[in-house]
């Protein structure tokens, strides 16, 4: 049984990234018809072209998160994490249509660093007169962050979306790092705090947080073993208090 799933597996990493021009064109096709977060999530959710990008997502979380951006579209994006890449989509779709998405994820070939192949396929997430940026480094070290810093060009973050360590330091390293980049009006979320065998340790990190921030939670079931998104407002003067969100668990 290894045996064929090793060879299926190598079958995938020969075919994949020759599909990924294919792949592009009807991506941009399709996703001009899109309607709506429900619409757009469902679209990410499915396979195009033999490729998947699907969101490491809980979907009700992921569309009442989003949903609640698009009422103030963000026009800079850092996404620390990017995997398989559907957050980073869903990300520049909710985007405004000038923004300056940028996906931070470790270099190719390190822990779960995504292959080479996948940077074409993500830089054509792109939409309108959108910039994508790829960076591929490590998000705890201080000249990464500068690297953020530069292509930004002086403008603020407006959504920091740390979904990289999930270790209580690592977590915490990308929030110290990279919150100053944020705007005081701009917002900061985090994905899995809701403990879990992959959460690691950011549920224990959010929980001191929310403590100090305006904090949202999108969480279908605190059982759920995993994933939840929080959300909190940059600007530390205001008042700490929670808001939860109530979203219907989706398979």
Known sequence: ???FKGIEQGIKEWYQPLMVPLANRVLHAAATNLVGVEDTVEFAFRRHCG?????????SEITQFLGLLSQRPPATVLEIGTYKGGTFFLFARVATADALVVSLDLPCGQNDGYPAWRERLY????RDRQRLEIVRDNSHDPR???KIRQLLDGRPLELLFIDGDHSYQGVRADFELYSPLVSPEGVIAFHDIVPGPSSGGVPQFWQELKQTRLATEFVADWKQGGFGIGMIQND?????RVSHFSVTLTC
């Open 236 to 240: 530390a003067r205001t008042p700490a």
């Open 51 to 59: 490729i998947r990008f699907m969101p490491t997502q809980v979907r």
């Open 144 to 146: 990464t962050m500068e």
């Open 123 to 126: 830089r054509g997430f792109a």
């Open 1 to 3: 049984m290894k045996i």
